[in-house]
């Protein structure tokens, strides 16, 4: 039975307090941030995984270049935003510099999980203490290791790793396509048609290419890369 305003009233003010049916409501606010936000793809392939997100650019005199929805992390990893762009920019800034610290101390590439891990902990962390509230914000992030990594974070700090999935809005409808239509062993090009596609389906068919951005890492580079223009088009 759906609760009345009056029910939770305060216990939407402190992220510290459970309501009396067990809900933390502003991690629950948090949520339907994301699930406003724009939708972001990933997709594993045989030799990597891609990002795909859209950018939703609504204002004509903003430069299309000037959004960053899928941000490198590290050399090898990259991920994706939805929901609050800010929140998405601080996490992704923490990220990089556990990345680069991680290199300096053990001379070697932090792996993806490890690094998931670390952004996990601090949008828990932010669920647990006062005067704060959660990250609004849900990340896919892409990286290769001894194979290729596609991993999704909550608001609440847990993870997920995928063969593919989406964040943000229409993210359901866009994932039962991908769990429909995805196979084992794709190639890059199989891939990103069924990315494009499914995004595609969570824009209601309205596909821009102008306002798509993409990348991957594949195991042969082991490198982020975007993904050009041209092979963008619908």
Do not use: W
């Amino acid at each position: 039975m759906p609760q009345s305003p009056g029910n939770n009233m305060g216990y939407d003010r402190a992220i510290t307090v459970f309501s009396p049916d067990g809900r933390l409501l502003q991690v629950e606010y948090a949520k339907e941030t994301v699930n406003q936000g724009t939708p972001a793809i990933g997709v594993t392939y045989k030799d990597g995984v891609l990002l795909l997100v859209d950018k939703r650019i609504l204002e004509k005199l903003v430069i299309p270049e000037s959004v960053e929805k899928i941000i490198q992390v590290d050399e090898h990893i990259g991920a994706a935003i939805s929901g609050l762009p800010s929140d998405g920019r601080v996490l992704v800034d923490r990220a990089q510099q556990v990345a680069q610290n991680h290199k300096t101390i053990y001379d070697e590439p932090i792996d993806t999980k490890s690094l998931v891990k670390d952004i996990c902990d601090q949008k828990q962390a932010f669920t647990q203490y006062g005067g704060m509230r959660p990250y609004g914000v849900s990340l896919l992030v892409a990286g290769v290791d001894d194979k290729p990594h596609l991993y999704m974070t909550e608001v609440s700090g847990i993870f997920f790793e995928l063969k593919a999935g989406s964040i943000g809005e229409n993210s359901r409808e866009i994932t039962n396509f991908l769990d429909k239509n995805y196979k084992e062993g794709m190639t890059f090009e199989e891939a990103l048609k069924l990315a494009k596609k499914a995004l595609m389906k969570g824009l209601d068919g309205k596909f821009d290419e102008a306002r798509v951005e993409g990348a991957f890492v594949d195991m042969k580079s082991k490198k982020f890369t975007q993904i050009e223009k041209k092979m963008l088009k619908n």
